[in-house]
């Protein structure tokens, strides 16, 4: 299976800076159709959760251009230019390169502080 | 609009079968590249993915559980049924299922508990 690694676990972030998550897989998530199928969620408090970028870098429909996304191969990135208030929860990176097996991040904690 | 909703018992027993049914409207299963996978996720912890169906009535399983899981659809009630066998109490946790199409798993519904006590 593939394992996916998210730093750091949790975060506390003043609103209105910058912040940065990593998810490193331990296979390339690169297909040979040329997509590479890595994906970025939130779970915020008590709800479900919720597409934010897809195939790496896409931003998902009605998600904020503050949210981005980037890398390649086995290294990615996510990052919020500009922290808000609503932002906050969990983010978790998962792989959907390999069937019969998605695999999620453990999840990084995002806090306001 | 694409939703989707999990509805079963939110109670079984060691040993029991679990059986969940996937409501969804907005879409239909019968769209080429159209799929629905059931996600869990226990109290406190990281999500966990279970199943798929696709379109074309093609099924995939966790490699860990696939022993115990069987995936089925009706397409014409817009249903996904999700069953697994010998529930314990690690099985307790958030059921989801969710959409995937052409931008990945993109509509979640949300969520049923499920906890196994006797």
């Known amino acids: 299976d593939i394992v996916m690694t998210q730093t750091p676990l949790s975060l506390s972030v003043t609103p209105g800076q910058p912040a940065s998550i990593s998810c490193k897989s331990s296979?390339?998530?690169?297909?040979?159709?040329?997509?590479?199928?890595l994906y970025w969620y939130l779970q915020k408090p008590g709800q479900s959760p919720q597409l934010l970028i897809y195939?790496?870098?896409s931003r998902f429909s009605g998600v904020p251009d503050r949210f981005s996304g980037s890398g390649s191969g086995t290294d990615f990135t996510l990052k919020i230019s500009r922290v808000e208030a609503e932002d906050v929860g969990v983010y978790y990176c998962m792989q959907g390169i390999h069937l019969p097996q998605y695999t999620f991040g453990q999840g990084t904690k995002l806090e306001i502080k | 609009q694409v939703t989707l909703r999990e509805s079963g018992p939110a109670l079984v027993k060691p040993t029991q079968t679990l059986t969940l049914t996937c409501t969804f409207s907005g879409f239909s299963l019968s769209t080429s590249g159209m799929c629905v996978s059931w996600i869990r996720q226990p109290p406190g912890k990281a999500l966990e993915w279970l199943a798929l169906?696709?379109?074309?009535?093609?099924?995939y399983y966790s490699t860990s559980l696939k022993t115990r899981l069987t995936i089925s659809k009706d397409t014409s009630k817009n249903q996904v049924v999700l069953t697994m066998t010998n529930m314990d109490p690690v099985d307790t946790a958030t059921y989801y299922c969710a959409r995937q199409y052409s931008s990945g798993i993109d509509y979640w519904g949300q969520g049923t508990l499920v906890t196994v006590s006797s």
């Open positions: 296979q390339s998530l690169l297909h040979s159709d040329g997509k590479t199928y």
């Open positions: 169906i696709d379109w074309d009535d093609d099924k």
């Open positions: 195939e790496v870098s």
